[in-house]
């Protein structure tokens, strides 16, 4: 199993940024997929997931409204606007056959991460 992160990097607060993460050696449609973030010195935290049909989503109280998670093939991709400082960290997308939770322990798949660094 692979999830293949990409598109972080360093960027400006107030800035947009799509993060994509390719997935393979899984049956894309049988599972739920999220991004999950940590940053230095803290704890990994949900960022947001999706449903294995893509008819549900679900976000973090700290991007909601400024985030779109989104599902298309075998690849999943996270949109964010309006960058923040707090934003910065190492993005997981991961793979689960249970369901599109916000619990890391739903997700049975992990991917290496992107780093994502916002400048004030």
């Known amino acids: 199993v692979q999830l293949q992160a990409s598109g972080g990097g360093l960027v400006q607060a107030g800035d947009s940024l799509r993060l994509a993460c390719r997935a393979s050696g899984i049956t894309f449609s049988r599972h739920a997929m999220g991004w999950f973030r940590q940053a230095p010195g803290k704890e990994r935290e949900f960022v947001a997931s999706?449903?294995?049909?893509?008819?549900s989503t679900f976000y973090a109280d700290s991007v909601k409204g400024r985030s779109t998670i989104s599902r298309v093939n075998a690849a999943v991709y996270l949109r964010m606007n309006s960058l923040k400082p707090d934003d910065t960290g190492v993005y997981y997308c991961?793979?689960?056959?249970?369901?599109?939770?916000?619990?890391?322990?739903?997700?049975?798949?992990w991917g290496q991460g992107t780093q994502v660094t916002v400048s004030s």
């Open positions: 991961a793979a689960s056959n249970i369901g599109a939770g916000v619990s890391s322990q739903l997700y049975g798949h």
């Open positions: 999706i449903s294995r049909t893509g008819d």
